[in-house]
């Protein structure tokens, strides 16, 4: 195993898209529940993003590193918005793909949490689609 490979790096890779994931999983939450006044879309989301807390260990906690994240600054492309389909969008693709990560890296040390991240991915996919069936005819 190498240094990349250390359980350590694992860790912190792990926790940077748990974080990524909820984050992504909360803006569409709120954007469901405070614009749209979507109960069952807010519901969903707030389930997922509670389902989540099965993935969380406080000791992956000593492995953050924000201070040496070679990528914490913003690009562009991530400070510009035009709408709210945007955020939408950005968000779902955001949790999507950290989800995969996810499912990808609990191979590694267990292979039930890599299940539950990809539960937890494809739920994300039926939800988007409802989002957008749902909300097509208004201005997203």
Do not use: C, W
């Amino acid at each position: 195993m190498t240094n990349s490979e250390s359980p350590e790096k694992v860790a912190r890779l792990i926790d940077a898209n748990l974080n990524r994931l909820k984050e992504g999983i909360r803006v569409i939450e709120d954007i469901n529940r405070y614009l749209y006044d979507d109960a069952s879309l807010t519901s969903q989301l707030k389930s997922l993003r509670h389902r989540l807390q099965t993935l969380y260990s406080q000791e992956r906690l000593y492995f953050r590193d924000i201070e040496n994240d070679v990528q914490k600054k913003s690009i562009e492309s991530e400070l510009k918005r035009s709408s709210i389909g945007d955020l939408v969008i950005a968000n779902f693709s955001r949790a999507q793909e950290s989800a995969r990560v996810l499912e990808e890296s609990f191979k590694l040390i267990d292979p039930i949490l890599s299940e539950t991240a990809k539960e937890v991915r494809y739920s994300l996919y039926g939800i988007e689609k409802e989002f957008f069936l749902k909300h097509a005819a208004k201005e997203v």
